[in-house]
């Protein structure tokens, strides 16, 4: 017997005062719905109440994940102008007597004008990895829809041992404690890698507390409403920011090089092109290892194909924008890479202004205590001069970005793997040298066998500046209340926004 649930899903994901937000609802037996909608920060915020909002069974269509489902709108939302830009949390309820089920959407209400500090959500790489309705993006498919609801753990989670993919306790090889964690919580097994929970939500509450103000953007508005920049001083990526269209890339890299700041408190970052399409921007297009069969390869279009930016078909390497990139990183306290790690930056420039008032010295190691450093992380390369670490600029970073603070990481081969390649299938070390360098022979996986995390930063021509964490896991020291973390990032929303 089918389980009793409601779901459902927002459409469109961004809008702005004086538009409306158009809930798609599915109830079991058609049962009216309860509705809230509050946002979200360092307080909860209730916008909206309904109750009884009618709403029929819709089946999930066999194409859901790359089509959308089209369900009916059953709620119109209109946004007011007292709506302050965040995430909005949608709470769907229907009451089946002794019990009552309860599912979560979102939407984001994005900054009109005087947004002085935007944060862009990760959408994209939320879409990459949510399996509701089908494959994702990592299970064979090649295009995902916004349109349709998030798999459970997207949106929120339980606490509990395991809630993070990053291993912050005894080494532990094989992620048992994340994989029972989802399993006893029944999430989606790629709720560890992507949502609202672990990364973006713990930044705002805590820069909320702090007394700054945050706009919120999704990835989509970033290449739909570049506008959304017009007036700030700061963007800021925050988490596992991983899936980049080039409208997106554009709109970021026009703001700096005009004097804007961007600081990307994240890992991963911007690793795969994507492309927004659809005649709403509603379907996410991404063939990654596929990207042959890309319709644009063999075209005037070639550059736009969906595989890593630095791929040597699109020689475009996220270092341009970010300082570093996954390809010169890799992964710190998962599998079997770098699992005893110390989980945290040896500190090499201390008296740049970023650690101001954190009595950081030379030497010393910073983020420990929250593992702020692992998951995916993303590094340069660079040699020593009379003891500290400089960029070569052979991957595209700056030769002006300044190593604040490394730490070791590396990439998955065959025996570390947590899910090892088939017979056949190259390794992920492997994949990446034939992709960055065009061959796959041993010289070429030498040249990024040993990565880094990297916090560094560099400045424009225009004052315009860029700061990158290296790492996914940033937010955790906000979250843990790492002293020292939340310092540094004091000093760069003060600073730079």
């Not at 949608?90 to 500090?117: Q, Y």
């Not at 291993?167 to 560890?192: C, E, I, R």
């Not at 939500?201 to 990835?219: D, H, K, M, S, Y």
């Amino acid at each position: 017997m089918a389980r009793e649930r409601v779901t459902g899903y927002c459409w469109p994901q961004s809008a702005r005062a004086g538009e409306q937000v158009g809930l798609h609802l599915s109830s079991s037996g058609g049962r009216p719905v309860r509705v809230e909608v509050a946002r979200i920060g360092a307080e909860r915020d209730v916008v909206f109440e309904a109750n009884g909002v009618e709403a029929g069974e819709h089946d999930v269509p066999k194409d859901a994940s790359a089509n959308g489902c089209g369900w009916p709108v059953a709620l119109s939302l209109n946004v007011e102008s007292t709506w302050k830009s965040g995430y909005y949390e949608v709470v769907m309820e229907i009451d089946l007597g002794e019990k009552v089920r309860r599912d979560l959407a979102f939407f984001v209400v994005r900054p009109d004008v005087g947004a002085r500090i935007v944060l862009a959500l990760a959408t994209n790489t939320w879409n990459a990895y949510n399996d509701f309705g089908g494959p994702n993006l990592y299970t064979g498919g090649t295009q995902v829809s916004f349109q349709r609801p998030m798999a459970a753990g997207y949106l929120a989670k339980p606490p509990g041992k395991g809630r993070r993919v990053t291993g912050t306790g005894a080494p532990d090889p094989q992620n048992a404690a994340h994989v029972g964690y989802v399993t006893l919580n029944h999430l989606s097994p790629y709720a560890g890698s992507a949502g609202w929970p672990d990364w973006e939500l713990p930044f705002i509450q805590w820069a909320e507390r702090e007394g700054f103000e945050v706009a919120v953007c999704t990835n989509a508005d970033l290449e739909t409403h570049p506008e959304v920049l017009d007036d700030a001083h700061l963007y800021l990526s925050v988490g596992h920011d991983e899936y980049w269209s080039r409208g997106m890339r554009d709109t970021v890299e026009a703001f700096v090089a005009r004097g804007g700041n961007a600081a990307f408190f994240s890992g991963n970052t911007s690793l795969w092109q994507v492309r927004l399409e659809g005649q709403d921007h509603d379907v996410m297009v991404g063939y990654k290892g596929f990207f042959r069969s890309d319709p644009v390869m063999g075209t005037d279009r070639e550059v736009e194909a969906t595989t890593f930016w630095s791929d040597v078909v699109v020689g475009r390497p996220e270092n341009l924008m970010t300082g570093v990139s996954f390809t010169r990183g890799g992964y710190h306290r998962i599998g079997r890479n770098v699992t005893s790690g110390l989980g945290g930056y040896t500190v090499h420039r201390a008296g740049h202004w970023i650690f101001q008032g954190t009595g950081l010295g030379y030497g010393d190691v910073l983020g420990v205590g929250a593992t702020v450093v692992g998951y995916e992380c993303d590094g340069c390369t660079f040699t020593y001069r009379d003891g500290l670490p400089y960029p070569t600029g052979e991957d595209g970073t700056p030769l002006n970005f300044e190593i604040l603070g490394t730490c070791p990481t590396q990439h998955f081969t065959r025996e570390t793997a947590p899910r090892p390649p088939k017979p056949g299938e190259p390794s992920e070390l492997e994949y990446i040298a034939a992709r960055v360098f065009g061959t796959r022979d041993p010289e070429a996986m030498e040249r990024i066998r040993h990565g880094h995390a990297v916090l560094g930063i560099s400045t424009n021509a225009a004052g315009g500046s860029t700061l990158t964490s290296g790492s996914t896991d940033w937010a955790h020291g906000l979250a843990g209340r790492d002293p020292q973390i939340e310092q540094i990032t004091r000093n760069v929303l003060q600073r730079l926004g």
